[in-house]
């Protein structure tokens, strides 16, 4: 039986009852983290939390928990959660009457294969489906997640594992459930948060290292690429092989940032 945190309460996941008025069932209203739990443990907790905090203050959802209280839920569903490799989410919402809903729970994750780590997965670039870099929602984990989940719909329809996605001015901006990093030249760019990504926990670590830069980046660029990765905190840095039916190399690039990253 898998353990939840509901409202600052361990239960079981199965007992977890969402009001049919919660804000975040109606309207989205909330915001969300995941993580990756292998095998009891979770890894870089603290930047989630911070990201977390910082993005309910954005949009002024003000929980009763401390950051401590928090850190003490996750750790406990973590140590419950499925083995080996489970994905933990964090879900906040604006609730009923005034009393955000804060949830924690665990599921069973598949990671991909270690032949995907090395030859790469594939990817399409939706030029349809925007990311508005300009929104108040920008870089937030939002509940609000349609396009990216019409985005991934499309992608996973299409043999692809993920989808890219531009901005409103045309930019490349990130992936539907990732971080995009593309080398070029020998240096590895990732798009600006001012162009609209997220700002990914995964993505910090390797610019905090100096192995990344940031730097605005057009289509055009994915055809001069010399490799393109994907990041985020449940695959860490997974490499792209092709690109709608084009190949690119899964090279020592990918390799290097995967160990960094970890």
């Known amino acids: 039986m898998s353990l939840a945190s509901w409202n600052g309460r361990a239960v079981p996941a199965e007992d977890v009852r969402i009001a049919p008025d919660d804000a975040g069932f109606l309207h989205g209203d909330g915001l969300f983290e995941t993580l990756r739990v292998d095998r009891g443990r979770t890894q870089h907790v603290g930047p989630h939390l911070d990201r977390l905090l910082a993005g309910l203050r954005r949009v002024e959802i003000e929980i009763p928990e401390d950051r401590e209280t928090l850190e003490e839920a996750v750790t406990a569903v973590a140590h419950a959660a499925p083995r080996p490799t489970a994905r933990l989410r964090i879900t906040v919402t604006r609730g009923v009457g005034g009393i955000p809903t804060r949830l924690v729970t665990a599921a069973p994750y598949h990671p991909p294969e270690e032949s ?9 670039l939706l030029p349809d489906l925007r990311i508005d870099a300009r929104s108040p929602l920008a870089g937030l984990k939002s509940l609000c997640w349609q396009v990216n989940r019409l985005a991934l719909l499309r992608a996973e329809r299409a043999g692809a594992f993920e989808a890219l996605l531009l901005n409103e001015r045309g930019h490349l901006a990130e992936g539907a459930r990732s971080n995009l990093l593309v080398v ?16 990914g926990t995964v993505r910090q670590r390797l610019l905090d290292q100096g192995a990344i830069a ?8 994915l055809e ?3 490799e393109i990765l994907l990041t985020n905190s449940l695959i860490g840095v997974l490499p792209v092989g092709r690109l709608e039916g084009r190949r690119i190399s899964a090279g020592a690039v990918a390799r290097r940032l995967r160990d960094a990253a970890a």
């Open 224 to 226: 001069r690429t010399q």
């Open 184 to 199: 070029l030249d020998g240096e590895i760019f990732t798009p600006p948060l001012n162009d609209g990504c997220l700002p």
């Open 116 to 124: 995907q780590y090395q030859e790469g997965v594939a990817a399409l």
């Open 214 to 221: 940031e730097h605005s980046l057009v289509p055009e660029d």
